[in-house]
């Protein structure tokens, strides 16, 4: 086809636009660092290869024939510690199973091909595995060390990088930046703690090892894609993509060791793409905020939903996945779809110009370092425009051989209606012909219970299916689908404020409690449902229904425990907000004592808990009733004026762990103090959060907490009470 527009990409190794020139004339070759095939990809990983995908298929109707490689990190790389330590549990749960690695990899590589086919990812030419691939990183290791590049240590190679002088020309960084507070271990075996592994030793029991001149063992981090592009591409490549989190130090080592080894450059454009976030934070396992495809699935969203959404972002900006923006993208990919299918025949010599002018402005856009968001505004165009339909569904066409959402082929599937509710229905119709709407609603409103909506048609009622996608669209996705009430003027005296990510019954039971004692006071209860299992959120709609003071939210994930609370804050309308955790049980009244504790001015937060602390590093649990430090979040009473004053909470705690003490330390550094009230009648049950949380999940989501907390505040013992005094 035309190769009209020339192709621009932003080559992160230049840090500008450049025209592309491929290597060799008439293949254009693609590197893409793949998976990790030890569990499912999630839909952040999905993003980068959806703007390889895009890149591929834009140079293929370019009329390049291209060539793609998509690597795939098998459990061959599995370290043996991260076994040992059951850092993996689906790993870990599988071998004890009996499965062999090849088995675990083998089931994850499928799901990843089965994943990239619903997106509509075309699948790479080649996919090698690592592990068939070890002689050829054995060999390449061997040039490295023949070349002086590599240094043999007690059966380890390492990369000298102090020997190639280019080290850190794509990243413009020569080692990673220490996280404050954390102790990265020296390795006493490299020369210089830049230098990084070729080759390790096999440890004592390590069962996946191969053979190589320096003993048993495995390969490195980075030469699995050194050697498989070389392999498979050719010294010099064209493109290479991969994350933003790739580029340091996976690509910075592979193009020290192609560089080192083959003598000249590695790759031509580097493209790297930008995270997929939730809640603001980049979208990763150990985060524990990821979205699998078969997650979108079962809330009723078709893949390529998020194909679309993809689509409205640069590939080079961080976007912010919510399930709204994805039932946004779904309604709009839809509705792109119906505007198709409805529009008529006649074609037009006026329609062809204008068509031509169309295409020319949807390639140019793409050919501009794949500009998807200028792209699919053009379809847009053609799709609202008063083109003829031929003429449209051929551009259309034309355009979603690179967009790839099945634009024209896709037909809506007309699904078959249940008796019940055809029967509903027609009940329905009888109704209004004698004009008894009340009961005609009734039935709509049942109707549309049972997932249909009940249109007012001439002939009848006519019904049309909601989709379960639709239902998500209800919910928050963020505490910022809250309006903030901050500045309205108080409307009752107490906000009760609960947030509860599991845990039907508890929460119930700490509801409940407050509810039968604040019965004499001006109060509403605000109760947000934190991504709460299934059926939770309808005993809340229940109780909500029959109590006019309870106001409740559903979030469509757990929001962390920050943002969770940011809910209640932002909707409370008391002059007064009571904050309880679900383990919390209220045997009397806490209400009259906390107002009284909090008619003192100074008085910022007051509570049943408190810790104190000499160095902000340990805290220890106050015993009696006084000034303390903080206080704890289980039960926290402050006026609504101090949230005006020292804002909402830090949403980057999504455990709850340290987010009571930062909160606490803030209204500190405003000049309040701090009190508990050890006779506030409340009972403390097993806290659920902590309990559910398996053990070394809560140590790296604590210590996490911890070094933020301590960036923080770590410095700021002048707050201490002790220290004040
Ligand atoms: P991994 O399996 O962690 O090696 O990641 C596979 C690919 O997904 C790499 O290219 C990563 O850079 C990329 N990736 C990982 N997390 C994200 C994210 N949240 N958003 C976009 N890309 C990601
Ligand atoms: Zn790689």
Redesign the pocket.
Known sequence: MQRATPIRVFNTLTRRKEDFVPVEAGLVKIY?????VYRY??I??L???LMADWLRRLLEAQGYSVKHVKNI?DVGHMRQDMLERGEDKVISAALAEGKTPEQIAAHYTEAFMADESKLNILPAHEFPHATTNVPEMVDLTKMLVDRGYGYVVDGNVYFEVGRFSEYGKLSRQQSAGLEAGARVEADPLKRDQRDFALWKAAEEGRMLKWPSPWGDGFPGWHIECSAMAAKYLGPEIDFH??????IFPHHEDEIAQSEAAFGRRHVRYWMH?????VDGL???KSTGNTYEVSDLEKRGFEPLAFRYLCATASYRARLNFTLKSLCAAQKALLRLREKLSHSDQRASKEGEKEGDRLREEFWGALADDLSLPKALAVAWRVARSGLPGTVKRELLMDFDRVLGLDLVTRMPSASAIPTEVEALARERDEFRRRNAYPEADAIRERIQAMGYEARDAKRGTALVPIPAWARTDAAISSSGDVDSLLNEPDAVDFTIGIVARRGCDELERSLMSARQWAGGISAEFVVVDNGLEDGCGGRLDELAASDERLHVFHADHFLGSAAGLNVVLKQARGRHIVTLDTSVEVKGDIFTPSRKLLEDSRVGIAGRWGVTSGDLRSFEEAEESGDVDAVEGYLMAFRRDLVKEIGLLDEKYRFYRHLDLDFSLAARTAGYRLVTDTGLPVARHEHLEWAATPEEERDRLSKRNFYRFLRKWGERSDLLVAQAR
């Open positions: 893409t660092c793949g998976p990790t990809a999630h952040g990983n993003r980068s290869y990190t993509t991969g994350g933003v989190d790739n793409g930008q995270h997929l976030l980049k979208m990763a």
